[in-house]
């Protein structure tokens, strides 16, 4: 529940594909690993380092709950899984807005200085993640999570350089979701 990168100053209207592209191939800007991957909503392009949920295929979890029928395919098992794990990132967020009363309303501070506020809640957020082992504003939300990790070292790893949609990435997240499948159809 920390945040590994952030990049203020778009207007909200910038469509989140595009500013993704800008993040990783701007000098400096977002770092992923080869091999590694964020997952995302479908807002963003199903490519090398960012994982989508399948598009037309249910992912809502209240689609699954009591009474409902269990996922019927690899496809429908991937998106529920992806589902809650991108919960994670939601309620990042909701920690962050209940913490900063800052950032949910409407600010009237030239742009240079709300770039520096936000900024600065996102950067007190991880160092306040980091110090306190029980959080008051994460116990409001009655969860509880390890925030405790560290990244390792990256000399001599590669990294993701552009974001664009391939049948290489869609082969990895069908297989990904077939292995996802067997694994739940052997539990």
Same mark, same amino acid.
């Given at each position: !529940?920390?945040?590994?990168?952030v990049l203020p100053g778009w207007e909200g209207? $910038?469509?989140?594909?595009?500013?993704?592209?800008?993040?990783?191939? *701007?000098?400096?800007?977002?770092?992923?690993? *080869?091999?590694?991957?964020? %997952?995302?909503?479908?807002?963003? /392009?199903?490519?090398?380092?960012?994982?989508?949920?399948?598009?037309?295929?249910?992912? =809502?979890?209240?689609?699954?709950?009591?009474?409902?029928a269990a996922p019927q395919n690899p496809k429908?098992?991937?998106?529920?899984?992806?589902?809650? /794990?991108?919960?994670?990132?939601?309620?990042?967020?909701?920690?962050?807005?209940?913490?900063?009363?800052?950032?949910?309303?409407?600010? @009237?501070?030239?742009?240079?200085? *709300? !770039?520096?506020? #936000? !900024? /600065?809640?996102?950067?007190? =957020?991880?160092? #306040?993640?980091?110090?306190?082992?029980?959080?008051?504003?994460? $116990?409001? %939300?009655?969860?509880?999570?390890? @925030?405790?990790?560290?990244?390792?070292?990256?000399?001599?790893?590669?990294?993701? =350089? =552009?974001?664009?949609?391939?049948?290489?990435?869609?082969?990895?997240?069908?297989? %990904? $979701?077939? $292995?996802?499948?067997? *694994?739940?159809?052997r539990a």
């Amino acid at each position: !529940m920390q945040f590994v990168y952030v990049l203020p100053g778009w207007e909200g209207s $910038a469509g989140d594909s595009r500013v993704l592209r800008y993040a990783v191939m *701007q000098e400096g800007g977002l770092k992923v690993l *080869q091999g590694c991957y964020y %997952l995302c909503d479908n807002g963003y /392009a199903n490519s090398n380092g960012f994982l989508t949920s399948y598009k037309g295929v249910r992912y =809502h979890l209240k689609e699954w709950g009591p009474g409902n029928a269990a996922p019927q395919n690899p496809k429908e098992l991937f998106n529920m899984r992806h589902t809650k /794990a991108r919960n994670v990132i939601e309620r990042v967020f909701v920690v962050l807005k209940m913490r900063w009363g800052i950032l949910p309303c409407a600010s @009237y501070y030239p742009i240079k200085t *709300q !770039m520096r506020l #936000i !900024m /600065a809640c996102f950067l007190l =957020h991880n160092f #306040i993640r980091r110090q306190m082992p029980n959080d008051p504003i994460e $116990a409001q %939300l009655d969860m509880n999570v390890d @925030y405790n990790s560290v990244p390792g070292e990256t000399d001599g790893v590669e990294f993701v =350089h =552009h974001v664009e949609p391939s049948s290489e990435w869609t082969q990895f997240r069908d297989d %990904l $979701a077939n $292995a996802i499948w067997q *694994q739940f159809q052997r539990a």
